[in-house]
């Protein structure tokens, strides 16, 4: 067997972000955008903003902070809104 050498490229530093969606008029919206760092849980809710593009900007801009350099973003349920992964 061979000795397994950790990734320089691996890292448990990352975040979650799911993305709740209902329909609406036979189309799929958001209506909740949920993060979590490891720590924290922090959510954005349909009902606080004007649509759900600006739900998602602002939610996406909360992890633009230097605190978070380096961490791996992983999205869930943003398949059919084309996404999938960003880093």
């Known amino acids: 067997m061979k ?3 950790p990734s320089i490229f691996r890292s448990n530093k990352f ?3 799911d993305l709740e969606t209902r329909i609406i ?3 799929m919206e958001p209506i909740c955008v949920s993060l979590y760092n ?3 849980f922090t959510s954005f809710f ?3 903003f004007i649509n759900s593009n600006d739900m998602i900007k602002v939610a996406i801009q909360s992890l633009m902070f230097r605190k ?3 961490y791996k973003i992983y999205l869930h349920n943003f398949f ?3 996404w999938s992964f960003f880093t």
Do not use: A, P, V
């Open 3 to 5: 000795k397994l050498y």
């Open 68 to 70: 978070y350099n380096g």
């Open 46 to 48: 349909i009902k606080d």
């Open 25 to 27: 008029n036979k189309i």
């Open 15 to 17: 975040i979650t972000m």
């Open 38 to 40: 490891g720590s924290e």
């Open 80 to 82: 059919t809104f084309r």
